[in-house]
């Protein structure tokens, strides 16, 4: 039973590290930006850009953050 939980564990904390990976900000931005073009689409709006602007978007603000940090310290 304990091999069974501790493989449960080590599968949940790669599916976490691998799709939060270093910013969950990131991740959050890709879910919201998902959930924002499913709700256009069922609008009637023809919404295929949006995810893709969301995404080079946040990559703009998670790498100024990241130089922000670098420059500080």
């Known amino acids: 039973m304990t091999a069974l939980l501790n493989a449960l564990r080590s599968f949940g904390t790669f599916w976490y590290d691998f799709v939060v990976g ?7 931005g890709v879910v ?8 256009l689409v ?11 602007v969301a995404v080079v ?5 998670s790498l100024r ?5 670098a420059r500080r310290g």
């Open 22 to 28: 270093d910013d969950w900000r990131v991740a959050l």
């Open 32 to 39: 919201v930006s998902l959930a924002a073009a499913f709700g």
């Open 42 to 52: 069922k609008a009637g709006v023809n919404a295929w850009w949006l995810p893709p």
């Open 65 to 69: 953050r990241v130089v922000r940090n």
């Open 57 to 61: 978007a946040m990559l703009a603000l």
